[in-house]
Nanobody, 123 residues
């Protein structure tokens, strides 16, 4: 099994930045892709971005592309989400996810999930 724990959430001012961390433990060697999803009240869980361990390839949703960076430290089994120029629409519960199979934008591809961490963008 793989356990994922998010950290770094909280209140962020509009236009500010946030940096979330996801620490993985357990059978981390089996994971091929790490991803971030988010879910706002009344909305479906949506893909934010991902990183593939093998080559560092990243993928971003249009809503965050250009102002977000996903990075990973394989030795530390940790993945990060840096988001700049945040806006109210970024308010959501952010989830870290891991897949042992392939890089995908669908949540169904990911077997392991963190409990989620709240990010609130407000003045």
């Amino acid at each position: 099994q793989v356990q994922l724990v998010e950290s770094g959430g909280g209140l962020v001012q509009p236009g500010g930045s946030l940096r979330l961390s996801c620490a993985a433990s357990g059978r981390t060697f089996s994971t091929t892709t790490m991803a971030w999803f988010r879910q706002a009240p009344g909305k479906e869980r949506e893909f934010v971005g991902s990183i593939t361990w093998s080559d560092g390839t990243t993928d971003y949703a249009d809503a965050v592309k250009g102002r977000s960076t996903i990075s990973g430290d394989y030795a530390k089994n940790t993945v990060y989400l840096q988001m700049n120029s945040v806006k109210s629409e970024d308010t959501a519960t952010y989830y870290c996810a891991a897949s042992t199979r392939f890089n995908s934008r669908t949540r169904y591809a990911y077997e392991y999930w963190g409990q989620g961490i709240q990010v609130t963008v407000s003045s």
